[in-house]
């Protein structure tokens, strides 16, 4: 009996064992979940959770199981970090399994993104030790390609454009230049020392030069005659139209000596309350406030005079230092300065830059869509007036337009050291870090750029965008049409919304019938799917081989209507 019960018990005990340290068999794939699957590429990551279960019975009491993420691309493949279960009898630290009543489990997978992903599968990799023993079991795979559709954001100047820092330069440019002669209380005789006056003779003499010049011209010469607001208004009148109309006769004897056909306008006011107010207002006339507080209070130009003739004190002072200046005729001259022509410009932009103005320099380099020739002329003001951050700016404008981002760089820094406050230069200096992939400088810099003519939300929404908060990014965007506008809908499922914003954009390119495509995909509309596609490589030809392997599409590659237009 007791041989019998022996041998009863160490047959149990064997049974035990032998399940205990059995080796670890293939676990099928429908116990794991991975999510997302596809897997999606968010903020440069692409990120995973799986989720597994371990069967009753299952897990080794003694074994130590390594699970390892493998995301596998191109003959390549990447490891996550991986993660320890340990059976009941196993000392450790790791998640105890129970051999009976198995478990589950999950395990999160994190890899930095490359654009060889698009096409890839997600593995778990089984490494077990049970005591001295060390075997691996057949691998899984939970998760097949990696959605890549945020990667469609641009930084390029054609969808957020740098700022240009205009010149002011100016084709025609009006000069003035005036005169006045001054006659005596209550007379309209033309002094002969009024005549040979500085002023009056500058003026004839500007007069005289401009005649022979080929870039200048007398656009306006006007005469002005005036009494002043004191006496009786036909008097006057009387006073102000002879005052001009000797004026007149003065000046065209002066023309014709100089063989002048200038012609001019005239006029006369016989009572210079306009020209009376502008003078108390900068005198240092005692009571001068009153005065201007009546003139404010009566309409009357006879009580008005009556009035301020009561301030008797007051009225002297303005008789011997106001009055006499307004008994005059004023002669403005107005002259057009014409500007050097595009072709006199772009020849000594190329021959003899430093014959030009700064403003000018810089006009040159906006008369052409060269942008060698741009860049060309913009460092010659770089050379030339080294002071003026607009030369740096416009050229590193220029070489962020032509995709060479560390040059461009180099040259907002350079205008950003000459005018630090400048918000169009922080905001393109932001554009820069956006391009390299410095997120955390682009937002400080976009800080710095409040009154930019930039779209500086347009700019924070794409900083988001790649940051991976696509939420926040759609508050940025606001209305603005634009190829990245539309890509955060789509990213946030706002696909009525997305194709609204694509039908808006003002320029639209392939990537703008790509993402209209990627909408047809996701909302089952194949007609839109083809159509955009079709629109898209005709633009844009490398799209193709983008489609063929972008597992947005995936339910068309079989398609040989999808075929025909990717390959």
Do not use: H
């Amino acid at each position: 009996m007791r041989k019998q019960l022996f041998f009863a018990v160490s047959l149990v005990l064997a049974l035990i064992l032998s399940s205990c340290s059995k080796n670890l068999t293939a676990l099928d794939p429908s116990l794991f979940k991975c999510n997302p699957n596809p897997l999606e590429v968010k903020g440069g990551k692409v990120d995973a959770v799986i989720t597994g279960t371990f069967p009753v019975k299952y897990f080794n009491k003694k074994a130590v199981l390594t699970v390892t993420p493998v995301l596998k691309f191109n003959g390549k493949e990447v490891k996550g970090t991986p993660v320890n279960f340990q059976g009941e009898k196993v000392v450790g630290n790791d998640k105890t399994i129970s051999f009976k009543a198995g478990g589950s489990y999950s395990v999160n997978a994190s890899f930095d993104y490359v654009p060889e992903m698009a096409v890839s599968e997600l593995f778990l990799e089984f490494n077990v030790v049970a005591g001295k023993k060390t075997y691996q079991i057949q691998s899984v795979k939970v998760a097949d390609g990696v959605i890549a559709t945020s990667q469609l954001i641009s930084t390029k100047a054609n969808e957020i454009a740098p700022v240009i820092i205009a010149d002011k330069f100016q084709r025609l440019i009006k000069e003035q230049q005036e005169a006045d002669i001054l006659f005596l209380i209550q007379q309209s005789e033309l002094r002969k020392s009024e005549a040979n006056s500085l002023d009056v003779l500058s003026l004839t003499q500007k007069i005289k030069e401009i005649k022979d010049d080929q870039n200048k011209k007398v656009s306006a010469l006007e005469v002005s005659g005036y009494a002043s607001p004191d006496g009786g208004l036909d008097l006057n009148t009387n006073l102000a139209e002879k005052r001009q109309k000797v004026t007149v006769d003065y000046l065209n004897k002066e023309l014709k000596k100089i063989k002048s056909t200038v012609t001019m306008d005239s006029k006369f006011t016989a009572e210079d309350w306009d020209g009376f107010q502008a003078l108390m207002e900068k005198s240092n006339i005692q009571d001068k406030q009153v005065i201007l507080r009546v003139l404010n209070m009566y309409t009357d130009p006879e009580q008005r005079e009556r009035e301020i003739k009561n301030l008797s004190v007051a009225f002297k002072n303005i008789a011997d230092e106001i009055l006499p200046q307004l008994r005059r005729s004023k002669l403005k001259l107005t002259i057009d300065i014409i500007g050097k022509s595009d072709a006199e410009l772009q020849k000594l932009a190329k021959d003899d830059a430093s014959k030009l103005t700064v403003e000018e320099l810089l006009f040159a380099a906006t008369i052409t869509n060269d942008l060698n020739e741009k860049a060309a002329i913009y460092q010659k003001v770089t050379e030339i007036y080294p002071s003026d951050a607009r030369g740096f700016n416009n050229l590193g404008n220029v070489k962020y337009q032509q995709g060479n981002v560390a040059d461009a760089s180099r040259y907002y820094a350079k205008a950003l050291e000459i005018d630090p406050r400048s918000a169009d230069i922080n905001y393109n200096v932001g554009l820069t870090s956006l391009a390299k992939g410095d997120m955390s400088a682009a937002e400080v810099s976009f800080g710095k750029a409040a009154g930019t003519s930039g779209n500086v939300g347009q700019a924070l929404g794409t900083v988001n965008i790649v940051k991976g908060d696509y939420a926040k990014a759609k508050t940025y965007f606001g209305s603005t049409a634009s190829n990245n506008a539309a890509l955060v809908q789509v990213l946030n499922a706002d696909y009525s919304g997305a194709r609204k914003t694509l039908d808006a954009v003002a320029k639209p390119d392939g990537t703008t019938a790509y993402i209209g495509a990627i909408i047809g995909a996701r909302t089952n509309d194949r007609d839109a799917v083809y159509s955009n596609l079709k629109n898209a490589v005709k633009q844009d030809s490398s799209l193709a081989a983008k489609a063929l392997k972008d597992i947005e599409f995936s339910k068309f590659v079989a398609d040989a209507s999808f075929l025909s237009i990717v390959k």
